[in-house]
């Protein structure tokens, strides 16, 4: 799981300081279709007349109104009362309703709309807090709201996300949940950047994006431009789907979830579906969740940068002891022969009975230990660093510094242990030890 950390906001001058690399409003507002005459429209904002404020059934039907129909967006904003609006400009109002059309076209033709009961409404904001992390930031932040659902007459899709959206309620008053709808929009702006990187294999760009969130000092520049570069590799090489095809499934300002529909299997055998999802923290931050396996190739056992064993097949024990020496402790266990070395152990699964002397064995696994004598491949070493290690698996920190690969004769875990200077004490690779 990739955790990618940006503060919202920067000496709070500015709300999209989140993208962690210079971008201008104007390019943010051309790049989602916002006309000048709507800018316009938001400098004029505060020339419109004193309005008596609408019920809650009108002010979501002029919401939905402007969802379903692109041409009604202005008459609808303008309809709503200024002390209903929550200073929500019309550049955002109509960028969410644009982002909710495009949703609902999936369903078919909207005709209606209905506000949730309290119990599918307590549902649905348990969906967007789902996750379990006492990190994540709550959705009650935004304080009361109702939750209004387009209905179709025929839906076309019923397994797409219905199509939601927010009214505020403030005892007996309602009102566009403005914060909501601007925080959305950041959010949606965010995530939709990081696809746009990855899109146009802008590995710079994309290094700009996720260096906040390794702070630390093993993550040097060359190991966040690998993780860039390995993320726009992994979806070049297994996403199948177009960009302009993932799927908005969950649209907060505090959670946001795409699926991508068609993502290869690590060994391309299959077709499968990923999510990816953007969370609010409750330090102001955010986190985006996207997995992406720590792919290992097959690792052989070596001595002296020579490639000797590889995981799985048999040696005799003539052999071994051939490219090895006679073990220091040579002990056997029921079905289990393991030979210890200084810096090393070799564990083998044999069918001879318990005695003295074994004939042949398996090879099962095998851990190095405080000898750079022995390595697995050529670049796997007792005393490397982290950062080193980083720089071959990138992703490798997400997972706790643990990876897998099968040869046909196993699947075989690759772990490894470190001092508290980040270096490189144990590495096993083996097969898992139940």
């Known amino acids: 799981m990739m955790h990618v950390k940006n503060s919202k906001r920067i000496n709070k001058r500015t709300r999209f300081g989140v993208l962690a690399v210079t971008m201008c409003i104007c390019m943010l507002l051309s790049s989602f279709g916002l006309s000048g005459c ?184 060359s190991v966040i431009n690998a993780k860039a570069d390995y993320i726009t590799d992994y979806y070049r090489l297994k996403v199948k789907t177009d960009i302009e095809d993932y799927e908005l499934k969950l649209f907060a300002p505090t959670h946001i979830s795409y699926e991508i529909p068609e993502v290869f299997s690590e060994d391309g055998d299959s077709i499968n579906s990923k999510n990816v999802n953007l969370r609010l923290l409750k330090n102001d931050s955010y986190t985006l969740e996207d997995d992406i396996p720590a792919i290992v190739d097959e690792i052989r056992f070596c001595k002296n940068q020579n490639n000797l064993l590889r995981m799985g097949s048999t040696y005799t024990a003539s052999e071994l002891y051939r490219l090895l020496g006679t073990p220091i402790v040579e002990s056997r266990d029921p079905g289990l022969v393991i030979l210890s070395y200084k810096g090393l152990t070799l564990r083998l699964v044999t069918d001879d009975p318990v005695s003295e002397k074994w004939t042949s064995g398996r090879l099962s696994s095998v851990v190095l230990r405080n000898d750079e004598t022995y390595s697995l491949g050529k670049n796997l070493y007792i005393g490397m660093n982290v950062s080193e290690l980083l720089l071959i698996y990138p992703m490798l920190d997400e997972f706790g510094y643990t990876g897998s690969f099968e040869n046909g004769d196993g699947e075989f875990i690759l772990s490894f242990t470190f001092d508290d200077y980040g270096n490189v004490t144990r590495i096993r690779l083996g097969e898992k030890i139940d």
């Open 38 to 221: 709507r800018l316009v429209n938001d400098i004029t904002n505060g020339l419109k007349p004193a309005q008596k404020p609408v019920p809650e059934a009108e002010l979501a039907r002029l919401i939905a109104t402007s969802i379903i129909y692109e041409d009604s967006v202005d008459d609808c904003y303008a309809k709503i009362p200024q002390i209903q609006l929550e200073d929500l400009s019309y550049s955002e109002f109509y960028a969410y309703c644009d982002i909710l059309r495009s949703c609902s076209l999936k369903h078919g033709n909207a005709v209606s709309f209905k506000i949730l009961d309290e119990s599918e409404k307590s549902k649905y904001f348990s969906q967007i807090d789902s996750g379990g992390d006492v990190n994540y930031q709550s959705i009650d932040v935004y304080g009361d709201m109702d939750v209004v659902e387009l209905s179709y007459d025929v839906d076309k899709d019923p397994s797409a996300s219905p199509v939601r959206f927010t009214i505020a309620k403030n005892g007996d008053s309602y009102s566009v949940a403005g914060k909501y709808i601007s925080d959305s929009m950041l959010a949606y702006y965010y995530i939709n950047h990081y696809f746009e990187m990855i899109d146009d294999k802008n590995v710079t760009g994309l290094e700009s994006l996720i260096r906040l969130a390794y702070d630390s000092d093993i993550y040097l520049n």
